[in-house]
């Protein structure tokens, strides 16, 4: 079950999906919820949620790059570079679970390091690709970027880790 920690309840708008458990304490208030977490009208996902959600957003593009691999060579394109965008995240977000999270790295500093992989991607293309491979680096830095932004709002929250 998701945990948020808010430091102040002022002017803020909670409501959860599925079972759902609000406290307080000295640092603040506590939400657990099962479903879906709404919070001043906009949905705050878990990094847990935001993992689950990368993958299987990879997942149908993944299926969408095989589906036009002969029909549509841009479309086949775009969706193996959008494919790129959401495996490279989830292999960064993946370290962040196993290896520097535990080990006290900041969310945030995942946001950098999605955005960095997306500049090193642009910056590392070979000079002489095709318009259909600069169409696929094109998709995967867009993905990267996008990923970067919405990964940027659940680490603004402070999140307890369930272990």
Excluded at 21 to 35: A, E, F, L, M, Q
Excluded at 47 to 72: F, I, K, M, N, Y
Excluded at 83 to 95: E, K, M, N, P, S
Aim: neutral net charge; proline residues 5%; aromatic residues 6%.
């Amino acid at each position: 079950m998701p945990t948020l920690r808010i430091p102040t309840l002022a002017g803020v708008s909670i409501r959860a999906t599925g079972r759902s458990n609000i406290s307080s304490d000295r640092r603040g208030t506590v939400v657990s919820y099962t479903g879906r977490l709404i919070l001043n009208g906009r949905e705050v996902l878990s990094p847990e949620q935001v993992r689950a959600d990368w993958a299987a957003r990879g997942e149908t593009a993944l299926r969408e790059a095989d589906r036009t691999e002969h029909s549509d060579p841009a479309g086949h394109a775009w969706a193996k570079g959008v494919c790129a965008g959401y495996a490279t995240a989830v292999q960064i977000l993946d370290a962040w679970f196993k290896q520097f999270g535990p080990a006290g790295l900041p969310l945030s500093d995942i946001v950098a390091g999605i955005k960095v992989a997306r500049a090193a991607m642009f910056e590392q293309a070979p000079p002489d690709v095709d318009d259909l491979g600069r169409l696929t680096i094109s998709a995967a830095t867009s993905t990267l970027l996008t990923l970067a932004g919405h990964l940027a709002v659940t680490a603004s929250y402070e999140w307890e880790v369930s272990r």
